[in-house]
T-cell receptor, first 113, second 108 residues
Framework: EPEVTQTPSHQVTQMGQEVILRCVPI?????FYWYRQILGQKVEFLVS????????KSEIFDDQFSVERPDGSNFTLKIRSTKLEDSAMYFC???????????FGPGTRLTVL | RKEVEQDPGPFNVPEGATVAFNCTYS??????FFWYRQDCRKEPKLLMS???SGNEDGRFTAQLNRASQYISLLIRDSKLSDSATYLC?????????FGTGTRLQVFP
């Protein structure tokens, strides 16, 4: 069964460093998303991406965040200068044309020290 | 008011019990409704979509009341493997808005 994959599974970084979280969505999907979940809290929407551009973003997704689809398979989330409060689980999701189920990847746990 | 509100639980029930979860949402323009399941430290997985007419999938029944902005999930004949957090999710666009989840623990 096709699945969304994410790497790395756990990333530890120092405050102020840049991190790139990687996702490989399901191959024929066209809509891509990033969500985050701070430990013990709810899952929160960050950004949606379609046709090589951002279609919607939340207040959390400020200038420190960016997304890219550098080739036909990867979808990346970059945090330019990490803060302690960026520590969370980051989930990538993808959606097929005409579908209503977003498939989530297993997540990357980001720890900012 | 929270966009999606759920009782966090936990609900501790014996195997075989019937348990019901409720959820309310604040945005009357919401168009799509879901129940997701999340196991500890794992990704959310779709359990079922929720339709106005109500829908059933095996032991799971979901109901939507648009007038009251209320969604429910009923689990019959609970299994140990049903232990998880159940997330109420609504969407207006394709952006999913999650509730905090209701924790279910089924014991033998």
């Amino acid at each position: 069964e096709p699945e969304v994959t994410q790497t790395p599974s756990h990333q530890v970084t120092q405050m102020g460093q840049e991190v790139i979280l990687r996702c490989v969505p399901i191959s024929n999907h066209l809509y891509f998303y990033w969500y985050r979940q701070i430990l013990g809290q709810k899952v929160e929407f960050l950004v949606s991406f379609y046709n090589n551009e951002i279609s919607e973003k939340s207040e959390i997704f400020d200038d420190q965040f960016s997304v890219e689809r550098p080739d036909g398979s990867n979808f990346t989330l970059k945090i330019r200068s990490t803060k302690l409060e960026d520590s969370a689980m980051y989930f990538c999701a993808s959606l097929g044309q005409g579908g209503n189920e977003q498939f989530f990847g297993p997540g990357t746990r980001l720890t900012v020290l | 008011r929270k966009e999606v509100e759920q009782d966090p639980g936990p609900f501790n029930v014996p195997e075989g019990a019937t348990v019901a979860f409720n959820c309310t949402y604040s945005n009357s323009a919401s168009q799509s409704f879901f129940w997701y399941r999340q196991d500890c430290r794992k990704e959310p997985k779709l359990l079922m979509s929720v339709y106005s007419s109500g829908n059933e999938d095996g032991r799971f029944t979901a109901q939507l009341n648009r007038a009251s902005q209320y969604i429910s999930l009923l689990i019959r004949d609970s299994k140990l493997s049903d232990s998880a957090t159940y997330l109420c999710v609504v969407a207006n666009t394709d952006k999913l808005i999650f509730g905090t989840g209701t924790r279910l623990q089924v014991f033998p």
